[in-house]
C-alpha cells in the first residue's frame, strides 16, 4: 500500500498554489501546521491569478462577440445595397437559367425535391414591385405528373408604401428555345392575368399562373434543353403605373 506508506516522499498539497515543498508524508503533517500563513498567502494569490486570467477571457470574448456582430451589419448593409441595385435595374422581366435540368426534374418527380422552387427577387419597374417566380417541375394541380407549371408572385417590396393597390398584373411566361438559328427558334408563352393583387402583408409562396404550362417529355426532347439547361422567362406587365412618380 504505497499510497499509505509513511516514508513515502509526497508533495505538499498546496504545489499547484506554489509550495515546492517535498518530504516524506510522516513529515508532512509538521510542515501544514508550520507554514499556514505562507500557503494562505500562496491560495490567495493563485485566486487573484485566476480572476485576472476570467477577466481576461471576457474582454476577448466581449470583442470577439462586438467582432461578429460588426461582421453582421456590414453583411446586411452588403445585402441591402444588392436589393437597391437589383430594384433600380429592373424592368419587370427575369429569366431564370434552371441547370441540371433532367436531375431536378426526376428529383420533383420522386418527391425528394421540394416543390415549388422559388426564384430570387425581381422588380417591376426600377423601385417597383418585388416579384419572385414559382416553378413546379413536376406540376401542380391539373399538371402535376406531365406538365411543368409556372407562377409569379407579389412579395412584400421595399417600396411597398408609395405604391398603389391592388394591381392588376398581365403575366407572360415563356419557354425559351435554344436551336442554334435564331429564325427557327419556337419559344413557347402563356399569359396570364390575375384578378387583382391587393398590397402583400406577408412574402406568400402560392404563384398564380400557368399549371399546364409546357410537358415535361416536350422540354427534354425539343431544343428548349440544351446541355441540360433550360432557361424560363417571366414578364409582368402592369395595366396602370405604380405611383404617380412612375411613367410605365
Ligand atoms: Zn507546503
Excluded at 501546521?33 to 500562496?42: D, I, K, P, Q, V
Excluded at 437559367?97 to 418527391?111: N, V, Y
Aim: charged letters at 25%.
Amino acid at each position: 500500500m504505497n499510497s499509505e506508506c509513511p516514508l513515502l516522499v509526497i508533495q505538499c498539497k498546496f504545489h499547484e498554489a506554489g509550495c515546492a515543498f517535498k518530504a516524506e508524508r510522516l513529515k508532512m503533517k509538521d510542515h501544514l501546521s508550520n507554514s499556514t500563513e505562507a500557503h494562505l498567502n500562496a491560495l490567495c494569490d493563485l485566486v487573484y491569478a485566476r480572476k485576472k486570467q476570467l477577466e481576461n477571457q471576457r474582454e476577448r470574448i466581449q470583442l470577439q462577440k462586438e467582432h461578429i456582430q460588426l461582421q453582421k451589419e456590414t453583411l446586411l448593409l452588403q445585402k441591402q445595397e444588392i436589393i437597391d441595385v437589383r430594384s433600380r435595374a429592373a424592368n419587370g422581366e427575369f429569366i431564370w437559367r434552371i441547370t441540371d435540368f433532367t436531375r431536378k426534374l426526376m428529383d420533383a418527380k420522386s418527391g425528394r425535391a421540394a416543390e415549388p422552387r422559388i426564384s430570387e427577387p425581381f422588380y417591376t419597374h426600377s423601385h417597383g414591385y418585388k416579384m419572385c417566380a414559382g416553378l413546379w417541375l413536376n406540376g401542380v394541380g391539373t399538371g402535376r405528373g406531365r406538365y411543368i407549371s409556372v407562377g409569379l408572385q407579389v412579395q412584400v417590396g421595399e417600396y411597398d408604401s408609395i405604391h398603389k393597390w391592388p394591381i392588376y398584373p398581365r403575366y407572360t411566361f415563356t419557354l425559351l428555345d435554344q436551336r442554334g438559328d435564331h429564325k427557327d427558334r419556337k419559344d413557347i408563352s402563356a399569359h396570364f392575368e390575375p384578378q387583382c393583387i391587393s398590397r402583400p402583408s406577408a412574402d406568400r409562396q402560392l404563384g398564380k399562373g400557368a399549371r399546364r404550362f409546357v410537358l415535361q417529355e416536350d422540354i427534354c426532347h425539343g431544343s428548349y434543353c440544351k446541355d441540360n439547361i433550360v432557361y424560363l422567362k417571366f414578364q409582368v406587365a402592369l395595366k396602370q403605373p405604380p405611383s404617380g412618380f412612375f411613367r410605365v
